[in-house]
């Protein structure tokens, strides 16, 4: 595969890859508008549905190959559209108005500056890997961090919980490590760094404020994979 940036027409199977990416971030933005009017979810919960939701077209991009060119302007759009949500009712389930976080935003922003950093190499895993790590690992530990924290701490003046954090450990090492295997095999390096993302990642999203989490977080872990993976390979 080959991923490089470069600003060409639309083609028949680009107008197809980007249909599907479409249709699935739609399908996430409309689940979660329908949870948020319709059902008793809470807006954090509404939110982590579009945050893992949409977190995985990452990996549609990956497998379908779509240049980089497309996932920079995408960053560069949403980026913009969730700075208005946060003045302007356009997202009400994704960015509350007035809401004190810039999480969605710096979301926008790290999916960007990863394809930036790593399509161009031909090393679109680090890029999933970073983007994936701050969807699911992020997600899933507020998830439970909210319904099974029932051990708290403070870290930096916020509350975090054991168990939140723990999901975080556990659900940065999952996916890192079925993104190395499926690159490069089964060898140490696929199961021995991804402790070291983990242990990153948790500690990058505990010691975060305003939602800065969601850029260094996969900023962080995706940086971390490719520098052990150079220096042990």
Known sequence: MHASISWLPLSPALTTQLGIV???????????????????????????????????????????????????????????????????????????????????????VSIGLLTILFWPQDLPQYAVLGVLVMTWGDG??????????????????????WEGSLAMVFVSYVVSSLILWGVQG???????IPVAVALAATGLETFSKIG????????GSAAL???????WF
């Open 22 to 108: 479409g249709a699935w971030v739609g399908a996430v933005i409309l689940l979660a508008e329908w949870l948020h009017r319709y059902t008793n979810a809470g807006p954090e919960i509404v939110r982590k549905v579009v945050h893992i939701g949409t977190g995985n077209v990452i990996l549609l991009a990956w497998w379908l190959e779509i240049p980089a060119w497309v996932g920079i302007s995408a960053s560069v759009v949403f980026s913009g559209v969730t700075l208005l949500s946060y003045k302007f009712p356009i997202l009400p389930s994704v960015s509350g108005v007035g809401r004190k976080s810039l999480g969605t935003f710096f979301y926008a």
């Open 140 to 161: 899933i530990a507020a998830v439970v961090g909210q319904r099974f924290g029932h051990h708290p701490y403070v870290a930096w003046g916020m509350k975090k919980s």
């Open 186 to 192: 089964n060898t140490w390096q696929t199961w021995l």
């Open 212 to 219: 800065v989490d969601n850029l260094t977080v996969p900023l």
């Open 225 to 231: 994979a490719f520098f052990l993976n150079k220096v």
